[in-house]
């Protein structure tokens, strides 16, 4: 059956150089983004799609509970982007704006599209990187189980969609370099996801200094227990098994799928790998952060 047939086709809206998805996002609330009051607690965790945006929810809202995980996880049909959602998804500005201190949300946006104020030295941002390939291969089974989002017809044309920055927010090399060059001017701690993968107590460690959120080394042992991939999977607030077929279809796949580091060995052809590096090279010459390419390279 082609899957197709039986969803609807959500469209990408070019603006302001971003594309943005038909029914999620609306161009004129996005705009008004920029205008937002921030106070010195909110705190904005920055991903380009399929980085670990779900991960990072978890930490903080692990951090923000000191680790009591009981307090963060009950069962109500609810997922932890209700307490910690996207700025850039349509009605969440609103509620922003009126939203108790800390005030903790996610976002895909780059940065022009982001409250002016960050800029001002008001909030924070942690911004987390991810080896693109694997961002690739994440996003194009991400891309079969969304439904705001197009199915891919294969792999292949998937792939090409990724190299021209045909998907939503628009090219993976642009969102990072772009965020990355901002990063004296904002209030920024910039981590990976290999570096998570590493050594997630460490990364753990420094975010809890960022936000200057002291933890126990009881806390903190809890904090790093409760966000691993296998035990955060168990916990359907923070694996998103519970958000409705509406906006996930389930059969399709997980969103807490693998968890690691080159699962692109899997998925691209070696033609494929040699354009990824050539155009890697060129665009991330002058980038002063290295990824990490294979999970081997961890040990
Ligand atoms: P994979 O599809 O490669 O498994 P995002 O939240 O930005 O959409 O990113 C989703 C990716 O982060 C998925 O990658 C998912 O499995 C991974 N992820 C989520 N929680 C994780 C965890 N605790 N440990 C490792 N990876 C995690």
């Not at 389930?250 to 580091?261: L, V």
Request: charged share 25%.
């Amino acid at each position: 059956m082609d899957l197709n047939e039986t969803r609807t086709h959500p469209e990408l809206l070019r603006h302001k150089d971003v594309n943005l998805i038909s029914g999620t996002h609306d161009p004129d609330d996005v705009d008004q983004i920029q205008d937002l009051d921030l106070r010195d607690s909110d705190v904005f965790v920055v991903t380009y799609p399929k980085s670990g945006t779900i991960w990072l929810q978890q930490i903080m809202l692990l951090l923000q509970a000191k680790g009591d995980v009981t307090s963060i996880s009950r069962t109500d049909g609810t997922s932890n982007a209700d307490v910690m959602p996207w700025i850039e998804v349509s009605g969440c500005r609103e509620r922003f704006a009126v939203a108790p201190p800390p005030r903790l949300r996610v976002t895909h946006l780059p940065y022009h599209l982001m409250p002016t104020a960050l800029s001002r030295g008001r909030g924070k941002v942690i911004y987390v990187a991810r080896n693109p390939k694997d961002v690739l291969v994440s996003y194009f089974h991400f891309h079969k189980l969304a439904n705001m989002l197009e199915t891919p017809k294969s792999f292949d044309e998937f792939f090409e969609k990724f190299m021209r920055g045909e998907v939503f927010p628009s090219s993976w090399f642009d969102h990072v370099k772009g965020w990355y060059s901002h990063k004296d001017h904002v209030n920024m701690l910039f981590i990976t996801y290999e570096e998570m993968i590493q050594d997630l107590q460490a990364v753990v460690e420094r975010i809890s200094v960022f936000l200057d959120r002291p933890l126990t080394g009881g806390q903190l042992a809890a904090v790093v227990k409760h966000s691993t991939f296998s035990n955060m999977s168990k916990i359907p607030k923070a694996s998103y098994v519970q958000v409705p077929d509406s906006l996930l279809s389930h059969r399709m796949g997980r969103f807490m799928r693998k968890g690691t580091i080159g699962d692109w060995k899997n998925h691209l052809s070696s033609t494929q790998n040699r354009w990824f590096d050539e155009v890697f090279q060129r665009e991330m010459k002058d980038f002063p952060v290295s990824f990490v390419w294979d999970i081997g390279d961890t040990e």
